[in-house]
């Protein structure tokens, strides 16, 4: 997390109001969330850092947005710092917008929890804090149905020492990050972390599931 801060605090005055690849709307340095298109879904999951998190959504078919910020907590309009001092209650967090025709719930959830360590409690890596939990938010009984199926397998043959840790709690609300960070991965490729933390579970997804990968994306 401390690296994390350090190269947060260098690059910030290095970015301008826009949204990288996906030309994201802003407004007073956050980004601005839109409404789904019609047939269009949204998802939202924690776990961990969020730069990651979001180029793992991202690069998967039947994603067409992706929107890092904060869910969880009770803070409303959060700023990254304040959620770096853990008391908000918020867990950096992403929301997907998706086509169900080309992608499901089930194959989002399940990239989510292997894009990730779901065991981890309050974390991921060198990051620690509730801020870095593992969340999956369900918006209907079926969705919830669906995380748990999901856990459960991970639990019976997912290849971890430790039991599934994942929070699964109702959707409320989320609030966008500063626009500083949406496509954070793919706009600091060469960032350290990035290099060393990130760019792992963007591989370990890639490896899992292949045939979910956009061909843009694929090495």
Known sequence: ???KVVIWSMLSVLFVACGGGQNLESKNGFAVLRAPKPGERVANFAGG????MHECMIELKGVN???SGYAGGTKANPTYEEVLTKKTGHAESVQVYYDPAIISFEQL?????HSHDPTQIDGQGPDRGSDYRSVAYYRSVEERAIIFSLMAKIDAGGGYDNPVATEVAPFSVFYP???AHQDYYQLNIFDPYIRNVSK???MKLK???PDLIKKEYVD
């Open 207 to 209: 490896k899992t599931f």
């Open 49 to 52: 850092c969020f730069w990651a």
């Open 200 to 202: 792992a579970k963007v």
């Open 1 to 3: 997390m401390k690296i």
């Open 177 to 179: 990050a500063e626009i």
């Open 109 to 113: 959830t399940e990239a989510f929890f």
């Open 65 to 67: 947005t992706v929107v």
